[in-house]
């Protein structure tokens, strides 16, 4: 079964301080899509990544980087420098191969305060 | 911005009554999917439809039904409302073939309180 698990509930950090967000799965697939969202105070959900569970390689856009390792079922999420409009709630989310289910699963979510 | 919109934004309804939120797309993707947001819970599916006429279940359909009669509408009925039904709903779409698996795009969410 498919499982994510967002273990930090919240984080709260200065500005201009790096902040990682966890995020750990559970999938019996070998085929996998791992995504991170983005809920700012407004409530809208943003889509900030898509990764395959074939791509291994770290990913970096301007401020944010994401660090995928199969081996430890982890697809963890880097701000550098940080800023106040970061603060949001955060999700990690998992969808099976399209051969699978077509469902996504979702994380329990991460809210980041950011400090000014 | 992908065109997804949902109806009614805010809803207040008391107990026992029935409510449907509609959910419309302008992107003729296949794959539509209706989740409650809830603090502490994160983002739960509800159901979801892989095609018209094509539902199935999520980890919390208890108490709701859809419907799928158009690529276009994908509705979500509270038969009989309950106060845990009180919720943020969200509705989701996104396209996928047989090699590649397509991000979420959401809708605004409806506010629903069941008083």
């Known amino acids: 079964a498919q499982k994510v698990t967002q273990a930090q509930t919240e984080i709260s950090v200065v500005e201009k301080e790096d902040v990682t967000l966890d995020c750990v799965y559970e999938t019996r697939d070998t085929t996998y899509y791992l995504f991170w969202y983005k809920q700012p105070p407004s409530g809208e959900l943003v889509f900030l990544i898509r990764r395959n569970s074939f791509d291994e390689q770290n990913e970096i856009s301007g401020r944010y980087s994401w660090n995928f390792q199969k081996s430890t079922s982890s697809f963890n999420f880097t701000i550098t420098a940080s800023q106040v409009v970061d603060s949001a709630v955060y999700f990690c989310a998992l969808s099976e191969a399209p051969s699978g289910t077509y469902k996504y699963i979702f994380g329990t979510g991460t809210r980041l305060k950011v400090l000014a | 911005d992908a065109g997804i919109t949902q109806s009614p934004r805010h809803k207040v309804t008391e107990t026992g009554t029935p409510v449907t939120l509609r959910c419309h797309q302008t992107?003729?993707?296949?794959?539509m999917y209706w989740y409650r947001q809830d603090p502490g819970h994160g983002l739960r599916l509800i159901h979801y439809s892989y095609g018209v006429k094509d539902t199935d279940k999520g980890e919390v359909s208890d108490g709701y039904s859809v419907s799928r009669s158009k690529t276009e509408d994908f509705l979500l009925t509270l038969e009989s409302a309950t106060s845990s039904q009180t919720s943020v709903y969200f509705c989701?779409?996104?396209?996928?073939?047989?090699?590649?698996?397509?991000?979420?795009?959401f809708g605004e969410g409806s506010r629903l309180t069941v008083l």
């Open positions: 989701a779409i996104s396209e996928r073939d047989r090699s590649n698996t397509g991000e979420l795009f």
């Open positions: 992107e003729n993707h296949r794959y």
